[in-house]
């Protein structure tokens, strides 16, 4: 006589959701760490394009500053080893991002020990551009824009 019976019983069941349950879980959790990745990467493409965007607008200043109302416009003197603080923020054209900047004088033999006074002297300027995260100040791209005498870069 045949004594099996038809179906699943309650353990094999429990054991199949649970295990559906998992599986369903860790995809869930793969697609969750992907899309922060992508969020991740769409802001440092758009840090990318404010740092661009800043980089363009320093091209159209006279280098040294020779109008009196552009020299505000003109990022700070500032060593090589100095780190950019909030002294040397400028505008940025996305609140989601603060934009620091900055620029080293070098002298013809290479030395950035220039003063103030030394501008005819400057043969290349470095310019350090950081843009970071509004929120937490996370640096999230560094871009150094090199420009010498003939403006050429």
Partial sequence: MNTYKKGFSIL??????????????????????????????????????????????????????????RQTDYPKKISETEPLTTSYQVKSPDPNFKVYSGCVWYSANGNDDLTNNDTDRVALRKIRIEVRRAKDNYVLIKQPIFITRNGIY
């Fill in 12 to 69: 094999e069941l429990v054991v199949a959701m649970f295990l559906l349950t998992v599986a369903v879980g860790t995809g869930i959790l793969i697609i969750a760490g992907n899309l922060n990745i992508i969020q991740k990467s769409n802001e440092i493409l758009l840090a990318a394009a404010v740092a661009q965007y800043y980089a363009e607008s320093l091209d159209l200043i006279d280098f040294p500053p020779v109008y009196f109302d």
